[in-house]
């Protein structure tokens, strides 16, 4: 295949990454915004004693608080709410 054509198509395939992985991020935000409100606001992720300090403990505690609400999310939707909430947040590697 000719370079610059590999190159281009390269780049269109990070683009669309990039896209997909941003739309992710909304769509925790827009899920964590209609739900999970209702207790406590986001200032729970921010809190000076948090419960929350490692990503595993992050995934269980969203799960507990999902289930909690006997909400039936798909891992998906679980996984975008978890991803925002450490990217906005919580910052774990
Ligand atoms: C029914 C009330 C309720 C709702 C609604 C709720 N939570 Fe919670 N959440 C709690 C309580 C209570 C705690 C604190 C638990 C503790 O301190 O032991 C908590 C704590 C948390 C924490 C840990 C905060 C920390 O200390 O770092 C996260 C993360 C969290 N919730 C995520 C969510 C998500 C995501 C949703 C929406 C799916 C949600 N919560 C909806 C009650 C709720």
């Not at 281009?8 to 941003?22: G, P, R």
């Amino acid at each position: 295949m000719n370079n610059n054509l590999a190159r281009l198509i390269t780049a269109l395939i990070m683009l669309l990454a990039q896209t997909a992985a941003i739309a992710d991020l909304e769509n925790g935000r827009t899920l964590t915004e209609r739900n999970c409100t209702g207790c406590h606001d986001d200032s729970m992720y921010t809190r000076e004693d948090p419960r929350v300090t490692t990503l595993g403990a992050l995934q269980k505690q969203v799960r507990r608080c999902e289930t909690n609400l006997g909400l039936t999310w798909f891992d998906e939707e679980t996984n975008d709410v978890i991803n925002y909430l450490n990217t906005q947040y919580y910052h774990f590697k």
